[in-house]
Nanobody, 123 residues
Framework: QVQLVESGGRLVQAGGSLRLSCAASGGTFSSFAMGWFRQAPGKEREFVSAIDVRGITTYYADSVKGRFTISRDNAKNTVYLQMNSLNTEDTAVYYC????????????????WGQGTQVTVSS
């Protein structure tokens, strides 16, 4: 399994931007499709975005499409989530996840998870 560490979460005002990072170690990063999920208080963990091993194919939840951008740098073993036009509904703990080879949009597709980073959007 690959180890994942997220960073970049913080308190931000509505309308602002954040970039989350997820650093991977312990595996061949370029063999893993990567995903971002989030979990708000009292809610289930939900899919946000995913990217394939080469960084060519990307998927987004409808709620973030046009505002968030996922990318990866295989030379740095890192996946990013650029979040723009944030609103209070984006407040959640954001998790990155890894899945060997095939991109997926379900949390059940992924078997390696980070500890999460808190994003709080104030109105």
């Amino acid at each position: 399994q690959v180890q994942l560490v997220e960073s970049g979460g913080r308190l931000v005002q509505a309308g602002g931007s954040l970039r989350l990072s997820c650093a991977a170690s312990g595996g061949t990063f370029s063999s893993f499709a990567m995903g971002w999920f989030r979990q708000a208080p009292g809610k289930e963990r939900e899919f946000v975005s995913a990217i394939d091993v080469r960084g060519i194919t990307t998927y987004y939840a409808d709620s973030v499409k046009g505002r968030f951008t996922i990318s990866r740098d295989n030379a740095k073993n890192t996946v990013y989530l650029q979040m723009n036009s944030l609103n209070t509904e984006d407040t959640a703990v954001y998790y990155c996840a890894a899945r060997l080879w095939n991109i997926g949009t379900s949390r059940n597709d992924y078997n390696s998870w980070g500890q999460g980073t808190q994003v709080t959007v104030s109105s």
